[in-house]
């Protein structure tokens, strides 16, 4: 019996569907996760480039579309645990350039921009809120690392109760391992995995 064949005997991987009121949740593609000397590396810039064309139909469509980012105080003394683990996420200050979010997603008005100390959008922050104003019943998830702020993301969309899709071609993770394999766990357990031409496709 394959991995496969266990989930589909336990009954995983149902498909939660697309929504009446989606909205697009773009996770923490700034400039940091662009070098492999910093954060980067892997499949994170061909993800960069196919959300390029996501964002710019999802505006036109009139979604709500939050961007996340990592940002810490200057000194640090905002920073707790999940920093500890990884202490280079302290460069991530709100003026640093590795803290900015990519040229070609920059953020519009009226779109939110989340600034987290945690992997998730959600944790200690308004996203929740603001997507509950919008009454925004679906999420569109791009990003990255897909093993890291991507999944934590997702995990708490989901406990949030909204309808989550991972957009596949539009997420990215310095190792493609990791990527694939949280890919996979979260298409069985917490997530749709579809492409982006997918999601245009099916809300057109």
């Not at 640093?96 to 779109?111: F, K, M, N, T, Y």
């Not at 939110?112 to 944790?123: E, H, N, P, T, Y």
Request: glycine share 10%; net charge negative; charged share 20%.
């Amino acid at each position: 019996m394959s991995e496969l064949d266990i989930y589909k005997r336990q009954g995983f991987a149902q498909s939660v569907g697309i929504g009446a009121q989606p909205a697009l949740v773009i996770v923490d593609f700034v400039v940091g996760f662009t070098d492999p000397a910093h954060f980067g590396g892997g499949n994170i810039g061909p993800a960069i480039e196919r959300t390029v064309g996501l964002l710019a139909d999802a505006r036109k469509r009139g979604w709500p579309v939050a961007h996340t980012r990592v940002v810490y105080a200057d000194d640090g003394s905002d920073a707790g645990s999940f920093a500890a683990k990884a202490p280079g996420l302290r460069k991530l200050t709100e003026t640093s350039p590795l803290s900015q979010i990519v040229p070609e997603l920059a953020p519009v008005p009226g779109e939110l921009i989340v600034r987290k100390r945690q992997a998730s959008g959600f944790f200690a922050t308004e996203l929740a809120g603001w997507l509950a104003w919008r009454r925004v019943d679906t999420l569109f998830i791009a990003g990255c690392t897909t093993s890291g702020c991507v999944r934590a993301t997702v995990v708490d969309a989901v406990s949030h109760n909204f309808r989550t899709i991972v957009l596949v071609d539009c997420v990215g993770d310095r190792a493609i391992g990791p990527h694939e394999a949280n890919l996979f766990d979260m298409g069985q357990k917490y997530a749709d995995l579809m492409t982006a031409d997918e999601v245009l496709a099916a809300t057109g």
